[in-house]
């Protein structure tokens, strides 16, 4: 397709079961980025991926979220023993670069019960 | 970090007024400005951009303008319609994103 997919569109799971979000870039899109957000709140930053690597992941809130994208193209969002409050919206987008236009994905909706 | 706010959180409009979001940054080295609208359900989508070497740029029914010197950002939009309503963003070249200000529009 022509726009950012993400995978599932939605997931429910288990509290302290661990899951995987799926996103795949606009292709030649160098640029990445992982979000989330909660009713009625803007998307908070995550991570920012250059490429392969974590250009800046200051945003992940603790050390149960990680993040790859090991061929610069496709991304993986992990989290791992879910929580309650892990329930959002996972947002991806991806760019050309910094200071360009970013494309944002559908979003994955995450229910942790 | 950098701060970025709005104004007002919430603005209510009558269709086919005009409509004012504006958005203040902290950060004086920012260069690159976008506005993004996300409607409900949906992931943000880009409206317009300006960098800071303009203080004005017009889009179809949109305009941005720019003001370094206070560090403001506004988005016009004119004759505001009905499908306009949505939470509004305006990002400081950094990919983050305050509050956001819900434009709703009344028939």
């Known amino acids: 397709g022509a726009g950012v997919s993400q995978t599932p569109s939605n997931k429910v799971t288990e509290k302290g079961k661990y899951v995987e979000l799926r996103c795949d870039p606009i292709?030649?899109?160098?640029?990445l980025y992982w979000y989330r957000q909660s009713l009625g709140q803007g998307p908070e930053f995550l991570i920012y991926?250059?490429?392969?690597?974590?250009?800046?992941d200051s945003g992940l809130p603790n050390d149960r979220f990680f993040a790859v994208r090991p061929e610069g193209s496709v991304s993986t969002l992990k989290i791992q023993r879910t929580e309650r409050g892990d329930s959002a919206v996972y947002l991806c987008?991806?760019?050309?670069?910094?200071?360009?236009?970013?494309?944002f994905g559908q979003g994955t909706r995450l229910t942790v019960v | 970090g950098e701060s970025v706010g709005l104004h007002l959180p919430t603005l209510s409009v009558q269709e086919g007024d005009n409509s004012i979001i504006n958005c203040a940054y902290s950060?004086?080295?920012?260069?690159?400005f976008i506005w993004y609208k996300q409607e409900s359900g949906k992931g943000p989508q880009f409206i317009i951009d300006?960098?800071?070497?303009?203080d004005k740029r017009q889009g179809q029914r949109v305009t941005v303008l720019l003001n370094k010197t206070v560090k403001h950002l506004s988005l016009q939009i004119a004759a505001t319609q009905p499908g306009d309503s949505a939470v509004y963003f305006c990002e400081v070249g950094d990919m983050r994103f305050g509050a956001g200000t819900r434009l709703t529009v009344k028939p």
């Open positions: 300006i960098r800071s070497n303009m």
């Open positions: 987008a991806s760019s050309l670069g910094r200071n360009s236009e970013a494309f």
């Open positions: 950060n004086s080295a920012s260069d690159y």
């Open positions: 991926f250059q490429g392969t690597g974590a250009a800046d």
């Open positions: 292709s030649g899109h160098t640029a």
